[in-house]
T-cell receptor, first 110, second 118 residues
Framework: LAKTTQPISMDSYEGQEVNITCSHNNIATNDYITWYQQFPSQGPRFIIQGYKTKVTNEVASLFIPADRKSSTLSLPRVSLSDTAVYYCLVDMNRDDKIIFGKGTRLHILP | GAVVSQHPSRVICKSGTSVKIECRSLDFQATTMFWYRQFPKQSLMLMATSNEGSKATYEQGVEKDKFLINHASLTLSTLTVTSAHPEDSSFYIC??????????????FGPGTRLTVL
């Protein structure tokens, strides 16, 4: 299974753009990259998913370079409510299992 | 998006008793459901995968006789923690995947169940 590496924690301020980068050097050809958000005492919530280049939805953008060995989740103009743990996941194609890494604990300051 | 519910949201029980947690997909049929456990400040750990009508597949190190999983219908999976002990206290989360979901292999997570064993 492809292993992902993310920063353990990040701090930012309200109104700033936050970029969280995830490394996945062993990503397989059929693997998609998915990001989830989790607030304390809640289940993870799907944010965005992509395979290559750039994907954008109403809450975030996902940038994936041509070699797909990394990806960057971009959160525009964060607010205090974006304080959460963000998980980068790959291997979605195999046995349907999701194996969570340690995630990035994002703390937004006023 | 699709909705997954869990019941109860929190439960406190005495050591040695059994606790059942329900996971329901409310507006779609879940061909596969997953059970996770999460300790404070840690990531989610996959416990088992269950497919409707068949036996669950447990991850290495998870005792199948202690954590009984039943996926009797396409909208309901249950996790029973048998003879619970304080070390079983944790946050239990289920997720569900169904056919026809819009995103590739997207899974929908329940809100979690906080189990405290005294």
């Amino acid at each position: 299974l492809a292993k992902t590496t993310q920063p353990i924690s990040m701090d930012s301020y309200e109104g700033q753009e936050v970029n969280i980068t995830c490394s996945h050097n062993n990503i397989a050809t059929n693997d998609y990259i998915t990001w989830y958000q989790q607030f304390p005492s809640q289940g993870p919530r799907f944010i965005i998913q992509g395979y290559k280049t750039k994907v954008t939805n109403e809450v975030a953008s996902l940038f994936i370079p041509a070699d797909r060995k990394s990806s960057t989740l971009s959160l525009p103009r964060v607010s205090l409510s974006d304080t959460a743990v963000y998980y980068c996941l790959v291997d979605m194609n195999r046995d349907d299992k999701i194996i969570f890494g340690k995630g990035t604990r994002l703390h937004i300051l006023p | 998006g699709a909705v997954v519910s869990q019941h109860p949201s929190r439960v406190i029980c005495k050591s040695g008793t059994s606790v059942k947690i329900e996971c329901r997909s409310l507006d779609f049929q879940a061909t596969t459901m997953f059970w996770y456990r999460q300790f404070p400040k840690q990531s989610l750990m996959l416990m088992a995968t269950s497919n409707e009508g068949s036996k669950a597949t447990y991850e290495q190190g998870v005792e199948k006789d202690k954590f009984l999983i039943n996926h009797a219908s396409l909208t309901l999976s249950t996790l029973t923690v048998t003879s619970a002990h304080p070390e079983d206290s944790s946050f239990y989360i289920c997720s569900a995947k169904g056919q026809g979901q819009s995103s590739y292999n997207e899974q929908f997570f329940g809100p979690g169940t906080r189990l405290t064993v005294l």
